[in-house]
């Protein structure tokens, strides 16, 4: 089943959607217009439950399908919210908020889902229970957790779970996808380095935490290159160095701060453990003191292999053989949708939008082209997983 016709009627409705939401971005779990407004179409569609607050302000909708007793019930989801960027996109519908904006699609990840729900209500051509969740603080607020906190899978009774996230690195149109690791581990380290300070033209008089700062920075690179298997991906980067005030005073204190993205636990743990050996030794070695502070993010996003390989099918019914990547390299981004992951099997997709413009960029924006392709990958999914007997 190719693009889904009624999607074309409804194109321009939906992108008007999506404008409006750009145009009244919000952040992390303060997504209250937007979620008033996601509650407000649900219920015009008709779905059978609009729910509201989960994980403080999701929003879920339930559509029972024309033979819903004793069904499947798979979930599909979007967020919601958007990043604390200043927008520089110049469209008529830019963000009416400063220092707020829609730099990573979530408005039109939205739009699609909803389009999707309004179809799947007018129509109900499947068995089972289509769940559709609408999630905030995606961007570093872990609202899929929040969410499951607030008992998501066991109150809708879900079983399988799929999201779809647009890809500008991507031909618009096409999508990608692949089984086990698709995003990494999302963590992040603080190193406080403790030296003793003194004069600048008499460092032989203390100890430099600068210098320790300066080797440590470069030592770390080391974990990657030298304690990796070469087959695994990972990255450490050293984001952050903050150290003295005065050109003539070396101070008593410097702190380095970075992130660490990895694809597997056993390489999670690897790198954890590198990063507080090379920081404790190498500031022993010039006779100060580290101490590492590890905060563990996101984990990694996690493909189930069965629901990959239906979602594949399912981008190939939409969009055509060519035009779908079943082996997509795997990116050292996040995504709080492994939450989901790892309480139901599923499968995250990623939909090409082209264009120059990458995500979190203050140029960006949502290709509404894409739409009507979002839309039907949704649809066909619910129709094929869940079909009537």
């Not at 969009?319 to 309480?343: K, R, S």
Request: one cysteine or more; hydrophobic letters at 45%.
């Amino acid at each position: 089943m190719p693009v889904i016709n009624r999607f074309a009627e409804l194109h321009e409705e939906i992108t008007a959607w999506r404008r409006d939401f750009h145009a009244h971005p919000e952040l992390l779990y303060d997504t209250h217009r937007t979620a008033a407004k996601v509650a407000e179409l649900l219920t015009s569609f008709g779905v059978d439950e609009v729910a509201t607050g989960i994980g403080r302000t999701g929003v879920v909708g339930i559509i029972k399908g024309r033979d819903a007793a004793g069904g499947r019930v798979i979930a599909l989801r979007a967020d919601m919210d958007a990043l604390p960027i200043h927008e520089a996109s110049g469209k008529p519908w830019a963000s009416t908020i400063a220092g707020k904006m829609h730099a990573c699609g979530h408005d039109g990840h939205t739009a699609m889902l909803l389009g999707a729900a309004r179809y799947l209500a007018e129509t109900r051509k499947f068995s089972g229970t289509a769940v559709v969740i609408f999630q905030p603080a995606e961007e570093g607020g872990a609202g899929a957790r929040a969410m499951l906190e607030d008992g998501l899978i066991d109150r809708f009774g879900i079983e399988e779970v799929f999201g779809l996230h647009n890809y500008p690195s991507l031909e618009a149109g096409r999508f990608g996808i692949r089984a086990g690791a698709l995003l990494a581990n999302t963590d992040e380290f603080t190193i406080e380095i403790e030296g003793t300070g003194g004069h600048a033209a008499q460092p032989h008089g203390g100890v430099d935490p600068v210098l320790i700062a300066a080797h440590l920075t470069t030592a770390l690179q080391s974990i990657v290159a030298r304690n990796l298997d070469p087959t695994q991906a990972a990255v450490v980067s050293v984001t952050k160095m903050q150290a003295g005030r005065a050109s003539n005073v070396i101070p008593r204190n410097a702190t380095l701060g970075g992130t660490a993205r990895t694809l597997s636990e056993e390489a999670r743990g690897m790198v954890e453990r590198r990063l507080r050996e090379l920081a404790e030794g190498i500031a022993a070695s010039f006779g100060g003191r580290a101490t590492v502070r590890w905060s563990a993010g996101y984990p990694a996003t996690i493909n189930a292999d069965r629901q990959t390989a239906f979602a594949a099918e399912i981008a190939k019914q939409v969009a055509g053989d060519a035009m779908v990547v079943t082996d997509i390299e795997p990116t050292m981004g996040g995504e709080d949708f492994a939450y989901l992951l790892q309480a139901r099997p599923g499968a995250f997709m990623f939909l090409g939008q082209g264009g120059d413009a990458q995500l979190h960029r203050d140029d960006y924006d949502f290709n509404d082209e894409i739409i009507p392709v979002g839309c039907s990958y949704w649809v066909n999914l619910i129709e094929t997983a869940m079909p009537l007997k």
